[in-house]
C-alpha cells in the first residue's frame, strides 16, 4: 500500500533556486528515506532521517521530520541542471519493507 | 559501492510466454525487493526476500512469483504474461531492515 504521498507533484525552478517538496504518511515509522530517480533509470538512496531525528543535513540537501504532522520535507537549496530528477520519499514502518510515493518530477530550468 | 544488476534493460515479451526478470546483488545484503513504477502510481511492491529461500508477498503479488535460491540472487517470474504487467521493474536490496536501498537500473517489458 501507498504510504507516503508527495507534494507538489511537479516543481519548476530556476538554477539556483531552492526546491522543496513535502511529504505526509498515514502510520507510525521507524524511520522515512528519500530517493532521486533520474529519467528512465532506478532510483538512487539520497538521505535517511529516522523518527527521533528531526533534521538531517548532507551536502545540499535539508530534510526534516515531524513525527506528530506524520511529515517531512526535502530541500535541495542552490539547485543546479542536474537536480532534475523525480524526488521520492519512502518510510519503514520496521517490517522489512518500504513504501513509496507517487513522487514529485522537479524540473531545474539553465 | 554496492551493486545491483539487472539482467535486461528492455525486454519484449508476448502474452501467455513465461518471463523471467533476473537481479544480481553483489554486496552479501540480506533483503531484496522486486517493485513495479506505473506513471502516477510510484513504486508498488510485489515480493520481497530477507534470507535465502524465503519469500514473501507485497502489495501486488498476483499473477507473480519469485526465487531466491542463493543469497545474491533474485529473480522475478511472470508466469503467463499479459498486457496489464507491461511497466518498469526495479529491484532492490538492503544489508538489514531499517537500511536504505540499492536499486538496479530498471527493466522496462512490455508485453504484446
Known amino acids: 500500500s501507498q504510504q507516503g504521498e508527495e507534494d507538489p507533484q511537479a516543481l519548476s525552478i530556476q538554477e539556483g533556486e531552492n526546491a522543496t517538496m513535502n511529504c505526509s504518511y498515514k502510520?507510525?515509522?521507524?524511520?522515512l528515506q528519500w530517493y532521486r530517480q533520474n529519467s528512465g533509470r532506478g532510483l538512487v538512496h539520497l538521505i535517511l532521517i529516522r523518527s527521533n531525528e528531526r533534521e538531517k543535513h548532507s551536502g545540499r540537501l535539508r530534510v526534516t521530520l515531524d513525527t506528530s504532522k506524520k511529515s517531512s520535507s526535502l530541500l535541495i537549496t542552490a539547485s543546479r541542471a542536474a537536480d532534475t530528477a523525480s524526488y521520492f520519499c519512502?518510510?519503514?514502518?520496521?517490517?522489512?519493507?518500504?513504501?513509496f510515493g507517487a513522487g514529485t518530477t522537479v524540473t531545474v530550468r539553465a | 559501492d554496492v551493486k545491483v544488476t539487472q539482467s535486461s534493460r528492455y525486454l519484449v515479451k508476448r502474452t501467455g510466454e513465461k518471463v523471467f526478470l533476473e537481479c544480481v546483488q553483489d554486496?552479501?545484503?540480506?533483503?531484496m525487493f522486486w517493485y513495479r513504477q506505473d506513471p502516477g502510481l510510484g513504486l508498488r511492491l510485489i515480493y520481497f526476500s530477507y534470507d535465502v529461500k524465503m519469500k514473501e508477498k507485497g502489495d501486488i503479488p498476483e499473477g507473480y512469483s519469485v526465487s531466491r535460491e542463493k543469497k545474491e540472487r533474485f529473480s522475478l517470474i511472470l508466469e503467463s504474461a499479459s498486457t496489464n504487467q507491461t511497466s518498469m521493474y526495479l529491484c532492490?536490496?538492503?544489508?538489514?531492515?531499517?537500511?536504505?536501498?540499492?536499486f538496479g537500473s530498471g527493466t522496462r517489458l512490455t508485453v504484446v
Open positions: 519512502a518510510t519503514d514502518a520496521n517490517d522489512y519493507k518500504l513504501s
Open positions: 502510520t507510525s515509522i521507524n524511520n
Open positions: 554486496m552479501d545484503h540480506e533483503n
Open positions: 532492490a536490496s538492503s544489508l538489514t531492515g531499517g537500511d536504505g536501498y540499492t
